[in-house]
Every structure is written in structure tokens, then in C-alpha cells.
């Protein structure tokens, strides 16, 4: 299925779709209308909280706005509505000037009681009446609805409203073609409504298919007509999908790629659920319940799943007969890129998803627990913030994980690059190497500290640790810069010429830890010469340079034996310490 056969299918199951025509949109006050057309008074729609949010409302589709002037109906910001805005307004004449021409045109045959009032007010209205007490100061640039001051319905709910509606479509429709979604032959839509909360882009909204350019057209068609896609159709994706990145509970953010989900099933009850265990997967705590008993289960069966149980045992209602979509977005300019799309079903989700859980599994692991993906992506950025997570990285890693294809080697390079500029081997770090080591070199690496292990790479990392060992338990905390600040980069990427420099400095610090804590020195020294034995008694045992796989298994031996000192000096007294370190 097709990604916008998909998310027509997907409006077709909202329990709460706005019908064909119509969106639900931001209002913040009313204009109650006499039915001679004169102001009865001006209501505040708007919440009472701190933030005052506007009421959401279904009205008559919003119109596709860039810079042209073109005013939607029977409702509007105050722009276009009363003439009057908060800004500079070098336009603000004009779009209401539209605003009342349309309007008076549209309403001149109606005889309509509200609409008439409607237009009443129209052909008397001057924005220099604008004035308060009646007519707020917040009101300007806010969304804005009539009413009868007779009745409690909007005007835009009218059954002559609703008509007037459908007439207004019938005359800007298109000749009917071939829709590419639905096969049915049907008013194409020229342009197509914007898609609204991609993190990034324009907040007006960007544009999911568009052919505004020359470059684009082909055979002289303008705009939708290159791909003819019908304004239903137009209508069911775009509103589907902007009521999918608006709920939490179908949205997570991965790096720049906005990404949103959903489960499509006949069980309407094995759709949530589906939905729950995926947000949980991705995005650690979100999950779709509706109560404290819907929350444990999908905690149990999360837990599960984490664990290794397979589907068929822990929910056998999803394994088969769930299909599960998953879309990432990323703003490109006024357009949006779609950076992965996959379907299939659930089953196949969780069991990609445990292999990616199986591949990035290590001791100790943090100390907060395996986090959420969003977290494994800000070791890759610059001072840890989200915004500088490197582009493409975070759209090509979700989808190597759901799909089970190998990841982007550029997740590879981008860990050792971000090791060497700051020091920082920490468990994330380490689990995201060994995860690429395993997918896509096809290499061996151990979860947790393999004292037998040959590697050349793995060897000099814990050699490493052993060396840092010896210089924090000889100086304490007086240090200035440890040895893993000054040597690491070098030292995993051409040990060569630093090794002989860390075995030199090392016996400095012996000599000093000899007189603080002769049995330490000796169990360090033993370990020394532990690892030492496992090199390959060649010439020169230290190699010149280290490929990136070996510069990997260099950080993943650092992290094991760094973390084997922890534990012994979280775990024993001084004393203690003396026994053997193996």
C-alpha cells in the first residue's frame, strides 16, 4: 500500500474525522450579529487558562495561503475579517477588501436570516469602529466566527451556510480525472492543504506534494495535474496525517525526522494497543491508555518484549493481523522530505525492534536504563544538544532499526569522531558501535568484559584503561588532565606512537603507588601483563593504525575494563582492593 493510500485509509478509521470540506481550526472570539446586521456583542472564545488557547472548531476548510490574498469562508483572522491587525498590516486593506467582496458575492442570492445579517454587517462595517471596550485589543490577528445573538449555532453550521459551501467547491473544482489514490474519477486538487507540526519547518505549514515550479511540470499540466491526486483524497491524507504529528500519542521526534505511526487492524482495541507498545519502544514512557489497568498491561508486555519473549507468547492478537505504518518527515524549505516509510506487520516491528535491542545490549549497562532513541542521538551532536544531531543520521538509523537493514555507517564514523573531540566513552557510545560492529561488519563484540578476547583493537583499549588505572590510583583526583584526555584520540586511531609514551608514564606512577598501596600496584601490574600476553608476539605488537572497526572495539574494550574498576572500587574496601584484578 501506497503511503497516501494508507493515510486515506487511516481518515477513513478517525473516530472524530471532520468531514470532506471542513478542518478544524484555532478561534479565539465570535461576532454575535442582530439580524439587521448590527453588532450585538463580541464574545471571548478563548480558554481560561494562562496560555488562553483559542477553541479548536470545525470550519469550512482553511485555504492554502502563501503570498497571494485569498480569504477563507464565513470565517478568518481579523485581517481579513474587520480590516484590523497587530502588525504593521501593508496588506491588512486589501485582504479585507477580498474578504467583503467575496462574501457580498457569495451571499447575494441567500435569504438566509444569519447570512443575510452577515451580510448586513459587510456593507456597513468600517475598521475604524474598531474600538474597545467592545472590540478587545487581543482580539487583533485571531481567528474569528459569527453568530445569530437569536441562537447558540454558529453561522458556518447553518444548513444554508453548509450549502453555500458546497456551491463555493462545485465552482473552483477541476475537470474530473483519474485519481492515482482511489482510481476514481474525481475533481483533482490543484493544491494540496498543508501539513502543519514537522519540527522545522514553516509554521504555516509545508507542502507534502507540490508542483509550483516549471522544473516540475511535465506536458504542460500546472500543478496538482502532474500527479492527479483527488481533493477528497487531498483532503483525507492531509488531515490524517496533521492529526497524527498534533497527538503525542502517534508522534515522536528522532533527531530532525518527525515521526509519526499507526497501527490499522480490525480490532479496534489491538490498534491501541499496537500504538501503545510501539510509543513505548521508541520514546520510553509514552503510552496510549486509557486507565491504570490498560497501563500496567502495556508495561508488562513492553517489559517482555524487551526481554526477548517473542510476540506470538506475549500478545498472540497482534502477531497476525496488525499492520503497522511508520512515517518520517523532515522540512526541506516550503516542502517536507520524507526521510523513511515502512509497513508491515507488527509482528515484524517488535521482532526488528528486539534484534536492534539484542545488538545494542552491554555491561554494565546506564544507570538510568537502555534509553529512548532520541537519547543514543545527542551523544552524536556537538555539546549533546538535539538541534546539532547531524542531518540524515537520525531518518536512516530509524529506519535500519524497523526495517532490519544494516545501519549508516556514518553512525560509525560520527561516534569515533565525537570520542576523539571530547574523551566521553560512555555506555550509549559503546552500545552504538557494537551494534554496527555485529549488523553491518559482521564482527564480534563482546556484551561485557571478555578478559580472552585476541582482538588488537579490544586488547590496547583495555590497556588503555589499565594505564588511566594506574595514573588516577597513583595521583587521586589531582589531576589537571588524565592521560585519556590528552591520548585517546591518538592512541585508538595510531597506537603506535603513543603506547611506548603511556608504558614510560606508567612506571612513573608505579613507583609512587608502590609506596601508597603496594598490593595495588602488584594486581595492576599483574593485569599489565595479563592483557600484554594476549597481544600477538610479532616485532611490534602495538600496530601503526587502527581501521575504524578496530578503533571501535578499542572503545568498546576501554568502556568494559574502565567499568571493571568502577565496580571493584564501588563494590570493596581498600582492603579488598588488594586481591587479584582478573
Not at 456551491?167 to 502543519?196: E, F, N, Y
Not at 544531531?389 to 537493514?405: F, K, Q, S
Not at 597506537?495 to 608502590?514: C, E, I, M, W, Y
Request: glycine share 6%; with cysteine.
Amino acid at each position: 500500500m501506497s503511503l497516501l493510500s494508507a493515510l486515506v485509509r487511516a481518515y477513513d478509521r478517525l473516530p472524530d474525522a471532520p468531514p470532506f470540506g471542513y478542518s478544524s481550526e484555532k478561534i479565539g472570539f465570535c461576532v454575535v450579529l442582530n439580524r439587521d446586521g448590527s453588532v450585538a456583542e463580541v464574545v471571548d472564545l478563548r480558554a481560561d487558562n494562562k496560555k488562553r488557547s483559542p477553541r479548536m472548531m470545525l470550519v469550512p476548510q482553511a485555504k492554502k495561503r502563501t503570498v497571494g490574498i485569498d480569504p477563507n469562508v464565513l470565517w478568518d483572522k481579523t485581517a481579513y475579517v474587520l480590516g484590523v491587525t497587530g502588525g504593521e498590516g501593508k496588506r491588512t486593506a486589501e485582504e479585507h477588501a477580498a474578504f467583503k467582496a467575496k462574501h457580498l458575492d457569495w451571499l447575494s442570492e441567500s435569504d438566509d436570516e444569519g447570512l443575510v445579517a452577515l451580510r448586513r454587517f459587510l456593507e456597513t462595517w468600517t475598521p475604524d469602529a474598531f474600538v474597545p471596550p467592545r472590540w478587545p485589543d487581543e482580539m487583533r490577528d485571531q481567528n474569528t466566527v459569527f453568530r445569530l445573538s437569536s441562537e447558540f449555532d454558529f453561522l458556518h453550521d447553518r444548513p444554508a451556510a453548509k450549502e453555500l459551501w458546497r456551491k463555493i467547491g462545485a465552482m473552483d473544482a477541476s475537470d474530473p480525472q483519474i485519481c492515482l489514490v482511489t482510481g476514481d474519477a474525481a475533481p483533482t486538487a490543484r493544491l494540496h492543504p498543508s501539513i502543519k507540526g514537522v519540527w522545522g519547518a514553516q509554521s504555516s505549514g509545508a507542502s507534502l506534494i507540490s508542483f509550483n515550479l516549471d522544473a516540475f511540470t511535465s506536458y504542460g499540466h500546472d500543478q496538482g495535474d502532474n500527479a492527479p491526486v483527488s481533493e477528497a483524497a487531498a483532503f483525507a491524507y492531509t488531515t490524517a496525517l496533521n492529526r497524527f504529528l498534533a497527538d503525542r500519542n502517534h508522534r515522536i521526534q528522532i533527531g530532525d525526522a518527525s515521526t509519526v505511526f499507526w497501527a490499522d487492524a480490525a480490532d479496534s482495541d489491538a490498534v491501541k494497543e499496537a500504538e501503545a507498545l510501539a510509543a513505548g519502544m521508541f520514546d520510553g514512557q509514552a503510552f496510549l491508555a486509557e486507565d491504570d489497568l490498560a497501563t500496567a498491561r502495556v508495561q508488562d508486555r513492553l517489559e517482555a518484549i524487551r526481554n526477548g519473549q517473542k510476540l506470538p507468547q506475549i500478545a498472540p492478537e497482534l502477531a497476525q493481523g496488525v499492520r503497522f505504518h511508520i512515517l518520517g518527515l523532515a522540512p526541506n524549505a516550503a516542502r517536507l522530505s520524507v526521510r523513511f516509510w515502512w509497513e508491515s506487520d507488527f509482528g515484524t516491528l517488535t521482532a526488528n525492534y528486539q534484534r536492534y535491542l539484542a545488538e545494542t545490549e552491554l555491561q554494565p549497562p546506564p544507570r538510568d536504563g537502555w534509553p529512548p532513541l532520541w537519547r543514543y542521538l545527542t551523544e552524536l551532536a556537538v555539546l549533546g544538544k538535539r538541534e546539532n544531531v547531524p542531518p540524515l543520521i537520525a531518518g536512516d538509523w530509524m529506519r535500519a532499526i524497523v526495517t532490519g537493514t544494516p545501519y549508516p555507517l556514518t553512525l560509525l564514523s560520527t561516534v569515533l569522531m565525537r570520542i576523539r573531540a571530547d574523551g566521553e566513552v560512555n555506555a550509549l557510545r559503546a552500545a552504538i558501535m557494537k551494534s554496527v560492529l555485529i549488523r553491518n561488519l559482521k564482527k564480534e563484540a563482546p556484551v561485557a568484559l571478555d578478559p580472552a578476547n585476541t582482538n588488537k583493537g579490544y586488547i590496547l583499549g583495555r590497556l588503555f584503561a589499565v594505564y588511566e588505572e594506574v595514573q588516577r590510583a597513583a595521583l587521586g583526583g589531582n589531576v589537571n588532565a588524565t592521560i585519556k584526555d590528552k591520548f585517546y584520540g591518538s592512541a585508538s586511531a595510531t597506537p603506535q606512537k603513543v603506547f611506548r609514551t603511556l608504558d614510560a608514564g606508567s612506571q612513573n606512577h608505579f613507583s609512587k603507588l608502590r609506596k601508597q598501596n603496594p598490593g595495588r600496584a602488584v594486581n595492576l601490574e599483574r593485569l599489565l601483563v595479563t592483557i600484554t600476553d594476549l597481544m600477538d608476539p610479532g616485532d611490534d605488537p602495538i600496530p601503526a593504525s587502527l581501521a575504524s572497526a578496530e578503533q571501535a572495539l578499542f572503545g568498546i574494550g576501554y568502556y568494559h575494563q574502565r567499568s571493571e574498576f568502577f565496580r571493584k572500587r564501588e563494590n570493596k574496601t581498600d582492603d579488598d582492593l588488594i586481591g587479584t584484578d582478573t
